[in-house]
């Protein structure tokens, strides 16, 4: 084509003035020479469009780098999908107020409370991403955490799985306000029970709870050389300054920082029995197939 301004090759940098015929590439648009003697040995004639500009064939663009892409993030979101039950509830009862009142459907939304059972998903969310954070900063080749793992064929979910050098950890997160503790009943004439109090009520179905996803677990990973804790983490609660953590049917009940300490301590052995060493990696993938994120 003829230019009709002054320009530039792109590729030798030489002048072209107005009216000097030369070649328009039309991705970068911009000029070259007809005759660049910056081209490579390999001469490319250009094509004519029909109205007579010369058109040149896009250059090849750059081969995509060779290079793995990084790991699709799977740990999963800490609280999510307590955090999205407990939207969808609360706009379920926002679009129900607006359509019986339309118009002071906004007044009333505004003076009132969302109900208990939507406000403890919101809380239940709290507490999980609180654990969550507190677990994510111990992340390394050593340790591993999974958040918020769906039970298959359930709507139930597990918050939190650790998995270390020396076992697996299944965490339930609970943002509970009161003193836990531990209530022994019977003993020398009945049978000793334990309950699970937390601000004198009985909680002791977490406990319950907590071991019914430990067996899962175990399941998946089929190890029996692998040992797996369960460990509830009451968060907010009223713990005693000295003191306070214990043990339940096996169930670490605890707080975040004494949780961390647990995931993080070599447990002691006996000199007859070697300490369990986990293919951290390993293990992860393995529950990572069997509960996928909720």
Known sequence: MRLRYAGTCRRCAAPLPAGTRAVYERSSRTVRCLE???????TVTPECDD?????????????????????????????GSARREFERRRDARERRVRERHPRIGGFLLAI???PQSTRAWDTGAEGEQFVGGRLDALVGDDLAVLHDRRIPRTRANIDHVV??????????????????????EGGLFRPRTEKLVVGGRDCTKLVDGVLGQVDLVRTAVDDPTVPV????????????LIGGAFVTCGV???????????????????????????????????????????
């Open 36 to 42: 660049c003697p910056g081209e490579s040995a390999k």
């Open 51 to 79: 109205v007579g500009v010369a058109v040149v064939p896009d250059e090849p663009r750059a081969q995509p780098s060779l290079q793995p892409e990084p790991a699709r993030e799977t740990s999963g979101q800490a609280g």
């Open 112 to 114: 009132t409370e969302e």
């Open 163 to 184: 998995v270390s050098r020396h076992g697996i950890f299944v965490v339930d997160a609970k943002k509970y306000k009161g003193r836990p503790a531990l209530r022994v």
């Open 229 to 240: 804790t369960g460990v509830l983490c009451f968060v907010a609660a009223d713990w005693p």
């Open 252 to 294: 670490h009940v605890l707080w975040s920082k004494r949780l961390v300490q647990l995931v993080t301590a070599t447990p002691p052995t006996r000199d007859t029995a070697p300490l369990a060493t986990v293919d951290v990696a390993a293990v992860r993938d393995r529950l990572t197939a069997a509960f996928p994120p909720a």
